[in-house]
């Protein structure tokens, strides 16, 4: 009877272990704006991201040329002039929320996420908080953080400097399910 307890112990551990969330139509959103000028901001809803249960890890990719503009122009020169992205398709992140535990969440949780942001193939350490609800078996997360274009770089004709923000906010919104 011990081994059969045991067993089943074992069984649901791994199975806790190996749970998978994930999302194909998360929210990415940026904002780039400055007071007083047209509003530079795009939102992917096509984010894809995978989140391991058991350590916290987290891997986020999407598709530069997904980003939708309220003005088609803007996002034919974000494609084209400033992201290139027929040569860098797309942007990545992996990371981890620390101290990650599923089993003991009841209402919305933070935790720290930290890792590496990957766009136009710079990469970019990325620490912040994110806020996680696990609620009817799905887990919501979310978080902001700011870059700069510098850091990936990207340049910035100066004829419109002044209309894009020094630090761009990046946010996200992913509701994910069991990946089964």
């Known amino acids: 009877m011990k081994k059969l307890i045991i067993l089943a112990v074992l069984l649901i551990s791994q199975s806790i272990a190996a749970q998978k969330y994930f999302t194909r139509t998360g929210t990415t959103h940026f904002k780039a704006s400055v007071e007083a000028f047209e509003p530079v901001e795009a939102t992917n809803h096509s984010s894809t991201s995978i989140l391991k249960v058991a350590t916290g890890d987290i891997a986020v990719q ?8 309220k003005v088609a122009l803007m996002q ?76 990936f770089n990207i ?10 923000a020094d630090k761009i906010i990046v946010t996200i919104n992913y509701e994910l399910v069991e990946k089964k």
């Open 76 to 151: 034919e020169h974000f494609n084209e002039n400033y992201m290139d992205s027929d040569k860098y398709s797309k942007a990545t992140f992996r990371g981890k929320l620390s101290d990650f535990s599923i089993e003991r969440m009841k209402d919305q949780q933070e935790f720290p996420l930290n890792g590496i942001l990957t766009v136009r193939g710079k990469k970019k350490e990325i620490n912040t908080t994110a806020k996680v609800l696990f609620q009817n078996n799905t887990i919501k997360l979310s978080c902001s953080f700011t870059v700069k274009p510098q850091d």
């Open 62 to 69: 999407l598709f530069v040329n997904a980003f939708q503009f």
């Open 155 to 164: 340049k910035i004709p100066s004829i419109v400097r002044k209309k894009i």
